[in-house]
T-cell receptor, first 111, second 111 residues
Framework: GNSVTQMEGPVTLSEEAFLTINCTYTATGYPSLFWYVQYPGEGLQLLLKATKADDKGSNKGFEATYRKETTSFHLEKGSVQVSDSAVYFCALSGGYNKLIFGAGTRLAVHP | SQTIHQWPATLVQPVGSPLSLECTVEGTSNPNLYWYRQAAGRGLQLLFYSVGIGQISSEVPQNLSASRPQDRQFILSSKKLLLSDSGFYLC??????????FGQGTRLTVV
């Protein structure tokens, strides 16, 4: 069946450091891929998406590229800020647009 | 624009009591609707989804049920809560696009 595996956290970085959060998936066919972000006490917000192989999703300085050959969708940001501290979820879309999530990675950015 | 309302934001209920969480969507018609649960320190799990009025699919066996009495209303219920029902419950919707949009969530604590 479909599944998503993302690196365990927490990830602790200093402000302006480079961020990578790894995400790999297992799926039949070619699902759409997403990164969602959850700030403390809130629901999930869509951060970026990619709907086909080699697509690059980007938003707020974050990027992720849909790599079919490595079944990956790693999240990157060149320079993180304290305000980026949150939990990040990688997800894929299955039938009926049901989302299958990874376990989430908590990011803490310190000044 | 489309919005999703979910209430209450927090709820503390004794074991054995009933539960009713409500979610409504505005600004769209015939959405797919979803209930997800996030247990403490864990990822999100899909509980129920609905592709139309009165149509409910359950993803995991559990102590909860869902109903969709109107096109843009989705209700999560339980007749008798268990301690294990504690968690953060999120309602979401999709339409033609592949991405899901989430409500602010309900934090349920069963005591």
């Amino acid at each position: 069946g479909n599944s998503v595996t993302q690196m365990e956290g927490p990830v602790t970085l200093s402000e302006e450091a480079f961020l990578t959060i790894n995400c790999t998936y297992t799926a039949t066919g070619y699902p759409s891929l997403f990164w969602y972000v959850q700030y403390p006490g809130e629901g999930l917000q869509l951060l970026l998406k990619a709907t086909k192989a080699d697509d690059k999703g980007s938003n707020k300085g974050f990027e992720a590229t849909y790599r079919k050959e490595t079944t990956s969708f790693h999240l990157e940001k060149g320079s993180v800020q304290v305000s980026d501290s949150a939990v990040y979820f990688c997800a894929l879309s299955g039938g009926y647009n049901k989302l299958i999530f990874g376990a989430g990675t908590r990011l803490a950015v310190h000044p | 624009s489309q919005t999703i309302h979910q209430w209450p934001a927090t709820l503390v209920q004794p074991v054995g009591s009933p539960l009713s969480l409500e979610c409504t969507v505005e600004g769209t018609s015939n959405p797919n609707l979803y209930w997800y649960r996030q247990a403490a320190g864990r990822g999100l799990q899909l509980l129920f989804y609905s592709v139309g009025i009165g149509q409910i699919s359950s993803e995991v066996p559990q102590n909860l049920s869902a109903s969709r009495p109107q096109d843009r209303q989705f209700i999560l219920s339980s007749k008798k809560l268990l301690l294990s029902d504690s968690g953060f419950y999120l309602c979401a919707w999709t339409t033609q696009g592949v991405e899901a949009f989430f409500g602010q969530g309900t934090r349920l604590t069963v005591v």
